[in-house]
């Protein structure tokens, strides 16, 4: 993610709270028109009040869309109460999906959402246990980020309108149904053995968190349903970012080094103090999730209201930031909005098989997708892996170079090779890219998981296909 200079009038004496803006409500108001039915996103309140099964709005009954419609008027008062600032935004539903839409021209790199730090939940490292009452002090600082931040959100539940963010929790879905729901059955349907795997492993993974935190809780009843309610939210929901110190003396050590680096910088380059610190305060990017990769620095996490009302692209460029000075976090992105369409923003280069187990979609044409499978080159067995525009990695190209004998190989016979275990890898599946077109043209007889694993499985042979058309190409067989 580039950065945005999003502090670039930030004063180091007073500190406005509004870049100079003048302090509009939150406009982060429902469509005119009453929200579509939709099987995934009830929020608990409607679930509780419309009694159907969890996750689904039934027949969409108007006492449901009465209690939807009230659930998003309450979070709108609370939004504005808390001080989310975004004029130019609205929660809108674009077919079934629940999104945002621009109320207003968006320009690229303005800022439109505003939220304090104090209308968000937040985990940084080494922080104490919020709630030593709610659950044991010690499991909680030994549990993963994502588990201190469900339990935060079980807890803020918990204390419903008691809770300082009472109106955010009130609207998050029920359910999100990501497979780390789905049967054994259900997973194989995707039809891609790493994906499988990955949840196959996270479904054993969530169960032990949820046995310690089943220990480890010291207030009422939390089922597995109500674990999974509050970590499908976390990890489809939660952006991350490089910690800067909370504390107020971590803050002043922070604010000293800024100070410090900002002065030797400002020398260096004759800037002016000010302007220095900025360029150096935003640094601190939050990425929505991206960070299994980079989860060993030092980072904190946060769900930001109203930021995370927005659905993901790959094709936007985003900057999530949190103002040092201001104690907010700010959203722009790099492109330009007009009045009526929706705003999307990035969750981080991700390929599909995150997005569906963290996320419960794939996305079309997904620059950030990979197909990774195994297979025997030379008589030897490796890991090969096309990117998403049909490519072979440098490194599997290697590998199987070596295993056909090295450097003398010619590149028809490599890529032959390559062709070949493409082929049979496409091949072997129990289903053609034109057996599952046919099954999404009639979506509707098709059960919600199973949509979603044809979509998945159909992306994920476009890009095999991509990978032998490519191949063919070159040995000039087409
Ligand atoms: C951060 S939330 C975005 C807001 C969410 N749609 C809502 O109603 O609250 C992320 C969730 O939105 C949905 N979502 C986001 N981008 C999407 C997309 N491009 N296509 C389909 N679903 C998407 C997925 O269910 C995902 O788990």
């Given at each position: 993610m580039?950065l945005?200079?999003a502090?670039s009038?930030a004063?180091l004496?007073?500190i ?7 302090k ?7 469509s005119?028109r ?9 929020s ?8 159907s ?10 006492s449901t869309?009465a209690q939807?419609?009230a659930?998003?008027?309450d979070y709108?008062k ?7 600032i975004s004029?130019k935004m609205?929660?809108?539903?674009f077919?079934e999906?629940r999104?945002?839409?621009?109320l207003d021209a968006i320009?690229p790199?303005?800022i439109f959402v ?6 968000a939940?937040?985990v940084a490292?080494n922080?104490r246990?919020p709630?030593?009452?709610f659950?044991d002090?010690?499991?909680y600082?030994e ?8 339990v935060?959100?079980l807890?803020e539940?918990s204390?419903g309108r008691?809770?300082?963010?009472w ?5 998050l879905?029920s359910s999100i ?5 789905w049967?054994e059955a259900?997973?194989?349907?995707l039809q891609?053995?790493p994906?499988?795997?990955e949840?196959?492993q996270q479904?054993?993974?969530w ?13 009422g ?8 309610w509050a970590?499908?939210?976390v990890?489809s929901r939660?952006?991350?970012g490089?910690?800067?110190g909370?504390?107020?003396v971590?803050?002043a ?7 410090a680096a900002?002065g030797?910088?400002a ?6 103090l000010?302007?220095?610190l900025n ?6 990017v939050?990425?929505?999730m ?9 980072k904190?996490?946060a ?6 009302a927005i659905n993901?692209?790959?094709?936007v460029?985003?900057?999530?930031e949190?103002?040092?000075?201001r104690?907010q976090?700010?959203?722009?992105t ?6 009526g369409?929706?705003?999307f923003?990035s969750?981080g280069a991700?390929?599909?098989g995150?997005?569906?187990?963290y996320?419960a979609f ?7 997708d990979?197909?990774a499978f195994e297979?025997?080159i030379?008589?030897?067995?490796m890991?090969?892996?096309v990117?998403?525009?049909g ?5 599997c190209?290697?590998a199987a ?5 090295g450097?003398?190989?010619q590149?028809?016979?490599?890529r032959t090779?390559l062709?070949q275990?493409?082929?049979a890898?496409?091949?072997?599946k129990?289903?053609s890219a034109?057996?599952?077109e046919?099954l999404?043209q009639t979506p ?24 032998i ?10």
């Open positions: 580039a945005a200079s502090c009038s004063a004496c007073a406005p709270q509004t870049h100079g803006r003048p509009a409500p939150c406009s982060f108001a429902p005119s009453p929200p579509a039915p939709d099987r995934r996103r009830r608990p309140a409607a679930a509780a009040a419309g009694g099964s969890a996750g689904g709005f039934g027949g969409g009954s108007s869309a939807e419609a659930v998003t008027k709108i609370w939004a504005g109460e808390a001080g989310i004029p609205q929660q809108a539903y077919g999906l999104g945002a839409k621009a320009a790199d303005e505003t939220v304090p730090r104090a209308a939940v937040v490292p922080e246990c709630c030593p009452d659950v002090a010690a499991f600082k549990a993963p980020w994502f588990v201190k931040m469900a935060l959100l807890w539940r204390r008691a809770s300082p963010v109106g955010y929790i009130e609207q879905p149904d990501t497979p780390v729901r049967s259900e997973l194989v349907e891609y053995a994906a499988i795997n949840i196959r479904q054993a993974a169960r032990q968190q949820y046995d310690k935190f089943s220990a480890a809780v010291k207030q009843k939390h089922s597995y349903e109500d674990f999974l970590l499908e939210n990890r939660a952006f991350s490089p910690y800067t909370s504390s107020v971590e803050k050590r922070t604010l000293g080094l800024l100070l900002g030797a910088y020398a260096w380059q004759q800037l002016p000010e302007q220095a360029g150096l305060i935003s640094v601190l939050f990425n929505i991206y960070d299994l990769l980079l989860s060993k620095k030092l904190w996490y769900l930001c209201p109203v930021v995370d993901h692209s790959s094709l460029e985003s900057n999530v949190y103002e040092y000075f104690d976090f700010v959203l722009s790099k492109s330009a909005y007009k009045p369409e929706q705003v923003i969750y991700q390929s599909n995150s997005l569906l187990q996320y794939t996305e079309p044409n997904n620059p950030n990979v197909y297979a025997a030379g008589g030897q067995k890991q090969l892996t990117n998403a525009k490519s072979f990695t440098a490194e190209q290697a170079r070596a295993a056909l004998g450097s003398s190989v590149d028809d016979q490599l090779a062709l275990a493409a082929e890898e496409l091949a072997s129990p289903t034109a057996d599952d046919r999404l509707h007889l098709m059960a919600p998981r199973q949509r979603a694993a044809v979509e998945f499985r159909l992306e994920k042979k476009r890009v095999l296909e991509r990978a058309g490519r191949s063919r190409k070159r040995l000039g067989k087409q």
